[in-house]
């Protein structure tokens, strides 16, 4: 299950909407084992396990920089 919550600025919840895995199954092919495998891992920083083109990870860099600031 999927919860995503939006909130407010002083942290009260606003929104919510849930998710069963079988819902995200059907949209997103795949994602709902990619959150149980996350949920389950045992590391908290897990890299990719392929290699990233110097242009994909120079958007992943500017995804990462954006979301940070």
Same mark, same amino acid.
């Given at each position: +299950? #999927? ?7 002083? !942290? $009260?919840?606003? =929104?919510? #909407? #849930?998710?069963? @895995? ?7 092919? !795949?994602?709902? @084992? +990619?959150? /149980? %495998? =996350? =949920?389950?891992?045992?590391? =908290? @920083?897990? $890299?990719?396990?392929? @290699?990233?083109? /110097?242009?994909? &990870?120079? *958007? /992943? %860099?500017?995804?990462? $920089? *954006?979301? &940070?600031?």
């Amino acid at each position: +299950m #999927v919860k995503v919550i939006h909130l407010s600025e002083d !942290g $009260t919840e606003k =929104a919510a #909407v #849930v998710l069963d @895995d079988f819902t995200v199954e059907v949209i997103y092919s !795949g994602i709902a @084992d +990619m959150l /149980r %495998d =996350a =949920a389950s891992a045992a590391a =908290a @920083d897990v $890299t990719p396990s392929f @290699d990233l083109s /110097r242009e994909a &990870r120079q *958007r /992943r %860099d500017k995804l990462l $920089t *954006r979301i &940070r600031s």
